[in-house]
């Protein structure tokens, strides 16, 4: 993975001081907290239901076992609230539960002494105060890390596909590239205000597994007939309020002009952005109003760069070359422990099937420890297992580990010999669900638990799906399904690209849940990136885990052969899930509920 | 960077040619018409300073249509922003009222380079010479 360079390194620790002197002189009232608003989200540190949350970026998934270990000690030490503002919290949320009586579900109490793994490969803690914001920015600047435009409308965090420099449809290894956008776009000037967030994907492979079409933009790695690397570019994608799959804008662009033209496109919108609507400010609202003109524009942008700005932004060799040898394979050796796993148990045998991939080399194989499991929220890891996953990533994988888009962790680099005792290791710390891809891999922001944005909460949805659906041989029969949920149309959970999606929505202070059905991220599995649909009205709490039930009944009744669920709800139509979905309405809100 | 106390701005008694130009002005336009021949300065307003028009029109101002006279940022202009205005393209700035202009002068001694190229420094850092680097 990328190492650090001095200039790096003094980098991170400027902007972590720099920080510290924001919070001072906003603490001395030099500051409004408006005008500390955007400084603190440029650093990552929101301001949410009860306290600060912070975001902490992992460029492109990569962590390795010492940040791990720094991401554990900040869990332990820092994500503590006080007695007080817990029992204020919990006590608030249980007169939201008490608000809703029959509409909801069982809610866990609130948690602290965590991380949280995102869909974008950040990790967010909830209870950091913010006198000790800047202590944390130092902690972690020590280990390379940072929350550099983890919010704001910025040039946000970089995302690759996880298994990139390791799958086996690997074109490009597009860390390389992702790391120099990273530095590229680290304190832009230019492009601090832009008229939204922006954010960037990358995917090197033949299959997009980041996807590539739901970005502001998607860059898609391809070499041409004469064997060069470039990338195809895809432009105004997005979720949110308006769901917008992306225009490719650049059927080839030349790696070595990737910088160039992405900044004539963030210019172009930096320019012609609406700034005076919050929902109309994202690219993809200026592509979809602009059409080719916005293309144009963006071709002249570039153009204009590269002839009369003398293209000051091409990427050299030598540069490429300096930053991919950062990403060459580790050295590699074998843990070779011991284990007394039955490798001809069905058990073991599942977790092969859905959690170990193939890779590149011979004799290795990715694994990814699956972060659904009973008694968790998607994606929560506690200081205690994020030390451990530091352990096992060092034992079993070079130090090295990932973050994914689906809110998992995976070890890039195990040996075929080491995945008895990796499982066995794994299965000691409640991450070895053999569930990977499948329906209780589901993906689910932090919801109305802790967001200030939330309309709804997710996690109580999350925890009585996956406890409804702990009978593996039912998962395993339900095969491979994406399931997606936000707790408002920020759509942080991505459930416009769910085959099934759950969105909060709030009335009159009550919360409800819209379920769409055909969404997809533009993997293999689900076709090209698409906007589910809505079914109708939308389901109280308690009512979606029969709603979900009642969906994959039909799927089952449905189906030929082996068929996914996506394959048969596109075959048959959305009529009769529709008509399922609507029949597992509790008796007592059918009034409310045809009300609207 | 001529940093301006809110307080301290010279009010009409100036000879110099100055140019306003809008956020949303075409600059290729006005450019092409040599509106920018002969202009002293130009000013260009921070409607909010979380609006960053300008700073794509600082640098456009500097890199492409090749104004060398003083670019000044009007409006509501911050000090936390000041660094970036410089990196812009901009050569003054007349801060907002209640802005100090001491804790404004502090940030520009922060950070000793930066990734990429800017208006002072067009190359990106994987671009540019030792000797450059030392300057």
Redesign the interface.
């Known amino acids: 993975m990328y190492q650090y360079t001095e200039f790096d390194r003094q980098f991170v620790h400027l902007r972590a001081q720099q920080f510290r002197d924001q919070l001072e002189r906003w603490q001395r009232g030099e500051l409004t907290d408006e005008q500390m608003l955007p400084l603190r989200l440029q650093n990552g540190w929101y301001i949410q239901r009860y306290a600060p949350m912070a975001r902490i970026a992992v460029p492109y998934g990569e962590i390795s076992s010492a940040q791990l270990r720094m991401l554990a000690h900040i869990a332990r030490e820092y994500d503590r609230p006080t007695p007080e503002l817990l029992a204020h919290a919990q006590a608030t949320q249980d007169q939201l539960q008490a608000a809703q009586p029959g509409l909801t579900l069982a809610a866990a109490p609130l948690k602290y002494g965590y991380g949280h793994f995102t869909t974008r490969t950040n990790v967010q803690f909830n209870w950091i105060p913010i006198t000790r914001a800047a202590d944390v920015m130092d902690l972690l600047a020590s280990v390379h890390m940072h929350g550099i435009q983890t919010s704001g409308n910025t040039i946000r965090n970089i995302n690759c596909e996880a298994y990139e420099g390791i799958a086996e449809d690997g074109i490009v290894d597009a860390r390389p590239f992702s790391e120099i956008l990273r530095q590229w776009s680290t304190l832009h000037p230019e492009f601090a205000f832009l008229p939204r967030k922006f954010k960037i994907s990358f995917n090197g492979a033949a299959e997009d597994r980041a996807a590539t079409g739901w970005y502001d933009i998607g860059l898609q790695a391809l070499r041409n007939d004469a064997g060069e690397t470039g990338f195809t570019v895809k432009v105004g994608g997005g979720m949110g309020r308006t769901p917008v799959i992306g225009t490719v804008v650049r059927e080839f662009l030349p790696w070595h002009q990737l910088l160039n033209y992405i900044e004539a496109v963030i210019r172009v919108y930096n320019g012609y952005g609406r700034r005076d609507n919050k929902w109309k400010a994202r690219i993809k609202i200026l592509v979809k109003a602009e059409g080719q003109k916005f293309i144009d524009a963006v071709e002249a942008e570039y153009q204009a760069i590269v002839a009369q700005d003398g293209a000051p932004h091409t990427i050299t060799q030598a540069e490429l070359d300096r930053v991919a040898a950062n990403f060459v394979v580790p050295a590699l050796k074998p843990a070779n422990l011991p284990s007394s796993v039955n490798t001809s148990g069905q058990l073991y045998q599942r977790w092969l099937q859905q959690n170990v991939r193939g890779h590149r080399l011979p004799g290795m194989r990715a694994v990814t420890l699956s972060f659904k499991r009973v008694g968790f929220a998607p994606g929560d890891a506690d200081a205690d297992t994020i030390d451990a996953l530091a352990q096992l990533a060092e034992q079993f994988s070079a130090g090295e580990a990932r973050l994914t888009h689906e809110q998992n962790l995976m070890l890039p680099w195990v040996f075929e010999s080491d995945l008895p005792a990796l499982y066995e290791a794994a299965r000691k710390l409640g991450l070895a669900q053999p569930n990977i891809g499948l329906l209780t891999d589901m993906i689910a922001c932090p919801g109305g638990d802790f967001c200030a944005l939330a309309n709804a909460r997710s996690l109580p949805i999350a925890a009585a799906i996956t406890e409804r659906y702990q009978d593996l041989d039912e998962v395993f029969d339900l095969g491979p399904i994406d399931l997606h949920m936000s707790g408002c149309i920020n759509s942080c959970g991505h459930h416009h690209s769910g085959h099934i999606g759950i969105l909060g929505v709030d009335k009159d202070g009550k919360e409800w849940y819209q379920i769409t059905l055909g969404g997809s991220d533009g993997a293999r599995l689900s076709g090209p990136a698409l906007a589910g649909k809505v079914v109708g009205p939308s389901f109280s709490a308690a009512e979606v885990p029969d709603v979900i039930e009642a969906l994959l009944g039909t799927y089952r009744a449905q189906r030929k052969g082996g068929e996914f669920f996506i394959d048969t709800l596109r075959r048959v139509g959305h009529d009769p899930f529709k008509a399922a979905a609507n029949a597992a309405r509790h008796p007592r809100q059918a009034e409310e509920a045809v009300a609207e | 960077m001529k940093i301006i106390a809110s307080s301290a701005v010279p009010t009409g008694a100036e000879t110099e040619k100055v140019l306003q130009i809008a956020n949303d002005a075409e600059l290729a336009d006005i450019a092409a018409g040599g509106a920018l021949q002969g202009v002293e300065r130009i000013e260009l307003h921070f409607p909010k300073?979380?609006?960053?028009?300008a700073?794509?029109q600082a640098?456009l101002l500097r890199?492409?249509y090749g104004f060398a006279g003083d670019i000044r940022a009007t409006g509501d202009v911050?000090i936390?922003?000041l660094?970036?205005?410089h990196?812009?393209g901009f050569t003054s700035a007349v801060l907002a009222e209640g802005q100090?202009p001491e804790?404004a002068e502090r940030q520009f001694a922060?950070?000793?380079?930066?990734?990429?190229?800017?208006a002072l420094q067009?190359?990106?850092?994987?671009?540019r010479d030792s000797t450059q680097e030392a300057a």
């Open positions: 300073f979380t609006d960053g028009r700073f794509s640098v890199r492409r911050l936390d922003q660094v970036q205005m990196r812009s100090n804790t922060r950070y000793s380079a930066f990734y990429q190229g800017d067009p190359r990106p850092l994987f671009a």
